[in-house]
């Protein structure tokens, strides 16, 4: 049956000659995957600029319970960007997050609340115009909330990461602390190396919780990006 729903593309695979089979999150059906054929010919209805990561999408989709992939009716951007794609240091954040995202999104339910935080978190990065070399650690740490494991005080964080052997050092502590509760944008000055010292902290937080957490890859980068 025919469903509307609003959708952010996680990532998508190249399938037989043409197509992709796209992995969305939708607000109405949870993580799910999607074919669509032709999408890589230069005749596609369809162009792949839409299936590229955080995009956000107005879905009308064919969706059948029990079935692993499903068919898109319709589909358009509701949401074209701004700057993430053409501000490195932005569509670093991007990578950094749909990763994040690739690793914490499993359940194939709707989880309201959780689609409108990431929803208005990539919104939010888009319209900065300052202030967001902060972005990625609070949303590692404000997504913990409705992941299912917000540490009520940062105490309480510090007492289960010593107990799993990962210390939370000076500089991390202090500029959790200056972050905790904040919205994005109310940034205070944390220097470069506690921002490090921060999203490793948080890494290994998500890793205890998560059990197929693993690393992350795209950190490297964001680290060397991120001034």
Aim: proline residues 3%; aromatic residues 12%; hydrophobic residues 40%.
């Amino acid at each position: 049956m025919l469903s509307k729903t609003q959708g952010i593309v996680i990532n998508y695979v190249k399938y037989k000659e043409s197509s992709i089979i796209a992995k969305i999150y939708t607000k109405e059906f949870g993580i799910q995957s999607y074919i669509e054929n032709g999408v890589r010919s230069a005749r596609a209805k369809n162009k792949i600029a839409l299936f590229q990561p955080l995009t956000l999408l107005d879905l009308v989709i064919y969706h059948k319970e029990g079935k692993d992939i499903h068919r898109i009716a319709e589909i358009k951007c509701n949401h074209p960007f701004e700057s993430i794609p053409y501000e490195i240091a932005k569509s670093s954040v991007a990578i950094f997050v749909t990763e994040i995202l690739t690793k914490t999104l499993r359940e194939e339910t709707p989880n309201e609340q959780l689609f409108e935080f990431v929803e208005q978190s990539i919104l939010w990065l888009d319209g900065a115009d300052k202030h967001f070399e902060c972005f990625h650690i609070q949303f590692l740490l404000s997504m913990t909330a409705y992941l299912g494991f917000l540490p009520e005080t940062l105490e309480e964080m510090e007492e289960e990461l010593s107990l799993y052997g990962y210390p939370l050092t000076k500089g991390a502590k202090a500029g959790l602390q200056l972050l905790w509760g904040l919205e994005y944008g109310e940034v205070p000055r944390i220097d470069r190396h506690s921002r490090n010292e921060m999203v490793e902290i948080l890494l290994h937080w998500y890793k205890i919780h998560l059990e197929t957490f693993g690393e992350i890859k795209s950190l490297a980068v964001l680290k060397e990006i991120l001034h």
